[in-house]
């Protein structure tokens, strides 16, 4: 059974541009959560999903920051127009439903010049 | 909102010996879990051990156990024998019961573990 899987692990973009940064959860959980890390900080949550649905995205920036999961396929949290201050480490959790534990992935890294 | 506390940045232990790291938290539910996450250099999260609030006995994975003190709010973990492998970042994690608000984990500020030979 294949982990949280996340691509890019790498990513710089230009002042700007686009990022779009994908996550597959382990097979079975239908559950997704997107988390923010910045140098020596902890995680912060960002939004949580079920297919199809936001169930909760308290913690998403108000503009530029939008994250979907689609019925089939990968979820993608996208930054428009990247700053600098969005350079961070991008982690993506999973879980098969409320009440479990959640799995993380290896992270998305990026960077912003 | 529930907050998670750790209230040491920083951390030392002797090779061999035990070290534990505090984890204090903020919430108004009787219902729900808690979490240590290890990040070592190569940054992944990785579970250590998990403790429902509804069970009174303390967790524990091998060398791995936690103080879980539930009417002082407080979630300690000790790391026995420690080893090289256990230097890394440790964040205590709260999340609420499904049937309480914010279902989604609050990660304290973490406490870096040295180790030393």
């Known amino acids: 059974n294949a982990g949280v899987m996340q691509n890019p692990r790498h990513l710089v973009r230009r002042r700007g541009q686009e990022a779009r940064l994908r996550c597959s959860p382990m097979?079975?959980?239908?559950?997704v959560y997107w988390y923010r890390q910045l140098p020596e900080e902890g995680l912060k949550f960002m939004v949580y999903?079920?297919?199809?649905?936001?169930?909760?995205e308290s913690g998403m920036p108000k503009e530029r920051f939008s994250a979907e999961f689609p019925k089939e396929g990968p979820s993608i949290l996208r930054i428009q127009q990247v700053v600098r201050g969005d350079s961070a480490a991008y982690f993506c959790?999973?879980?098969?439903?409320?009440?479990?534990?959640?799995?993380f992935g290896e992270g998305s890294w990026l960077t912003v010049v | 909102a529930q907050t998670v506390t750790q209230s040491q940045p920083e951390m030392s232990v002797q090779e061999a010996e035990t070290v534990t790291l505090s984890c204090t938290y903020d919430?108004?539910?009787?219902?729900?879990?808690l979490f240590w996450y290890k990040q070592p250099p190569s940054r992944q999260m990785i579970l250590v051990i998990r403790?429902?609030?509804?069970?009174?006995q303390n967790a524990t994975e091998n060398r791995f156990s936690v103080n879980f003190q539930k009417a002082a709010k407080s979630f300690s973990l000790k790391i026995s024998d420690s080893q090289l492998g256990d230097a890394a970042m440790y964040f205590c994690?709260?999340?609420?019961?499904?049937?309480?608000?914010?279902?989604?984990?609050?990660f304290g500020a973490g406490t870096r573990l040295t180790v030393k030979p």
């Open positions: 403790q429902e609030a509804y069970k009174q």
């Open positions: 919430t108004s539910e009787s219902d729900y879990y």
């Open positions: 999903l079920q297919k199809e649905n936001i169930i909760d």
């Open positions: 959790a999973s879980s098969p439903g409320q009440s479990n534990t959640i799995y």
């Open positions: 994690a709260y999340r609420n019961s499904p049937m309480g608000n914010n279902n989604d984990m609050r």
């Open positions: 097979k079975g959980h239908s559950h």
